[in-house]
């Protein structure tokens, strides 16, 4: 099978389980009697464990030249979890199997983009093609998973959730065995002033989603908004994050990564703005949900390669997972709390301005990637 097809099929693999989590995960805990507050801790335990044990693995990855190897363990932790959860009886007993299984199968996803990136050999532009079946898989979860909800008990979730694990599981086997350089055991991997400003330009870029994932459709619910409609909102972003995954590689040829990263986060600062304060208006929350092909999608692709080219050969795999520690780990825990603060002390407002205002740091922050050539 080409390299091309045996990426996109994991992709779309892991994102139908990740699509599933999202949207149905919190109501099947619901339905095991957690109370929302356990609920929030049991969610909360792959962000924070995303924090650190990503870069952890990508140290070992690149020390030991595993990448493939250590994609396999995640997936297969994944799997053990949900084969195991519905025999938890307590909240104590599905948070720590969460937390535990975290801590491994969150080195997956970030090792799989290095392992992508070095398969691509330099070319950038197809990373979008292959990563949008991520995507796909994505929308395909939260629709197929709601019309099949729709008749069946919302406890069968873990068994769906195995099925795709173990679907991701097989297609770990097929990826390609990265050839990527080896770091010598003695090599300290420094950061250099690029890769720092881009891992800190993705933090705030992460956090200012905070508020559009913890608190949009509670606010689209507040402005009386029908829940199919929310749905479709929903549903519009991702499939504009598609688009933009499909036309990659010519912007990749026309514009320099910085430029992408500069205008995706102008974009983020217009974006929420807009939805905070001009949400009653239902053509704005169009456009807005249509720059997620920005805020999120060309600003992940253009920061994911923009990595590749920051670190060494032989920290990849590191480069990798930091940007998914920092970036996703810590920025959105600091998003999702700044949210949650904002809201409580003054509404959706506020919240979302928060969020415009983290949206301009990481254009800040990446503005000075043009001086660094990239």
Not at 25 to 41: D, K, M, Q, V
């Amino acid at each position: 099978m080409p390299v091309s097809f045996r990426l996109g099929a994991f992709y779309f693999a892991s994102f139908i389980g990740v699509g599933l989590m999202v949207a149905y995960f919190p109501p099947y805990l619901a339905s095991r009697g957690l109370t929302p507050a356990e609920i929030a801790w049991v969610l909360a335990l792959p962000q924070l464990a995303r924090v650190a044990a990503p870069a952890t693995w990508g140290a070992i990855a690149d020390r030991s030249g595993a990448q493939r190897a250590i994609v396999i363990v995640a997936c297969a932790a994944n799997l053990a979890c949900y084969a195991l959860l519905p025999a938890m009886t307590s909240f104590v007993a599905i948070a720590s199997l969460v937390a535990a299984t975290s801590l491994i199968s969150t080195a997956a996803l970030p090792l799989v983009e290095a392992i992508t990136l070095h398969a691509l050999a330099g070319q950038a532009g197809r990373y979008g093609p292959i990563r949008l079946w991520g995507s796909i898989g994505f929308m395909a979860a939260v629709l197929a998973g709601g019309a099949w909800l729709d008749r069946h008990d919302v406890r069968f979730v873990p068994y769906a959730l195995l099925v795709f694990a173990t679907a991701t599981l097989g297609a770990s086997f097929a990826l390609p065995r990265s050839a990527a350089h080896r770091a010598p055991r003695a090599t300290r991997v420094r950061l250099n002033g690029s890769a720092a400003t881009l891992l800190v330009s993705a933090l705030c870029m992460a956090a200012a989603h905070g508020t559009l994932y913890a608190f949009f459709t509670l606010h689209l619910q507040r402005l009386g908004y029908s829940a199919w409609l929310i749905g479709f909102l929903w549903m519009l972003g991702v499939l504009a994050e598609v688009v933009v995954f499909l036309y990659l590689p010519a912007l990749f040829r026309r514009y320099a990564l910085s430029t992408l990263l500069v205008a995706s986060a102008a974009c983020g600062v217009v974006r929420f703005l807009a939805i905070g304060w001009a949400g009653e208006w239902l053509l704005v929350l169009l456009a807005a949900q249509v720059l997620h092909a920005a805020t999120f999608g060309s600003y992940h692709a253009a920061a994911v390669v923009a990595v590749q080219r920051t670190f060494a050969p032989h920290a990849q795999a590191l480069g990798q997972t930091l940007f998914s520690s920092v970036g996703y780990g810590a920025g959105g825990a600091l998003g999702a709390l700044a949210a949650g603060w904002a809201w409580q002390a003054a509404g959706p407002a506020l919240a979302f301005s928060v969020s415009a205002g983290a949206a301009l740091m990481g254009l800040f922050f990446a503005y000075p990637l043009k001086r660094a050539g990239l």
